[in-house]
């Protein structure tokens, strides 16, 4: 190879290494941007723990598996849509899905020191507690994705579409201000 050629091998094999560091991290970065993305849909009052909760979320997904990293990415997505489609209690629906996002990074994070840490003996029940630990890191976004639900599909839509609309046009007896 000549002396001409060797700067540009270089610059292309550090492009070639930083795409397949993206690559194989795209799980976690993916889980990283919608943790951030969903602290933009908590009300002011709520914004320092939707920060905090996209913290713990985000540093679980780094220390986790591909599959949990899109299930943080999944959660935060699904919660940010379901506050701002929310009509009747859309405070209290983003303050249970930062508190969802939060503790399931809490989650990942006790996983990941678990792993490290080798699990418990085999004399405390090391089998069934870790069979525990394992189902409840991947069942626990299927709970999360059910309150969205129920959260969403517990009121049926109405006329007129907010609740306060219904409550003005019972006070107003159906007559509007012109």
């Given at each position: 190879m000549t002396?001409?050629?060797?700067?540009?091998?270089?610059v292309l094999?550090?492009?070639l290494v930083?795409l397949?560091?993206?690559?194989s991290h795209?799980?976690?970065l993916?889980?990283?941007?919608?943790?951030a993305?969903a602290?933009?849909f908590a009300p002011e009052?709520?914004?320092r723990?939707?920060?905090a909760?996209?913290?713990?979320a985000?540093?679980?997904?780094?220390v986790?598996?591909?599959?949990?990293a899109l299930l943080?990415?999944?959660?935060?997505?699904?919660?940010?849509?379901a506050?701002?489609v929310?009509?009747?209690?859309p405070?209290?629906?983003?303050?249970?899905?930062?508190?969802?996002?939060?503790?399931?990074?809490?989650m990942?994070?006790?996983f990941a020191l678990?792993?490290?840490l080798g699990?418990f003996?085999?004399?405390?029940?090391a089998?069934?507690?870790d069979?525990?630990?394992?189902?409840?890191?991947?069942?626990?976004p299927?709970g999360?994705l059910?309150?969205i639900?129920?959260?969403l599909?517990?009121?049926?839509?109405?006329?007129?579409?907010?609740?306060e609309?219904?409550v003005?046009t019972v006070?107003t007896r159906g007559?509007?201000?012109?």
């Open positions: 002396v001409v050629l060797r700067p540009f091998v270089w094999n550090g492009m930083t397949y560091v993206v690559v795209l799980p976690a993916v889980a990283v941007g919608a943790a993305f602290t933009t009052e709520q914004r723990h939707a920060w909760a996209a913290a713990l985000s540093a679980g997904a780094l986790s598996g591909a599959l949990p943080v990415a999944a959660m935060a997505a699904l919660g940010a849509v506050v701002r929310e009509k009747y209690n405070y209290t629906l983003a303050w249970r899905t930062i508190g969802g996002l939060g503790l399931y990074g809490m990942l994070l006790g678990y792993n490290a699990g003996p085999a004399e405390m029940g089998s069934y507690l069979a525990i630990i394992r189902i409840a890191v991947y069942a626990y299927l999360f059910a309150m639900a129920q959260a599909w517990v009121h049926p839509p109405m006329p007129g579409g907010r609740p609309d219904l003005t006070r007559k509007r201000e012109e």
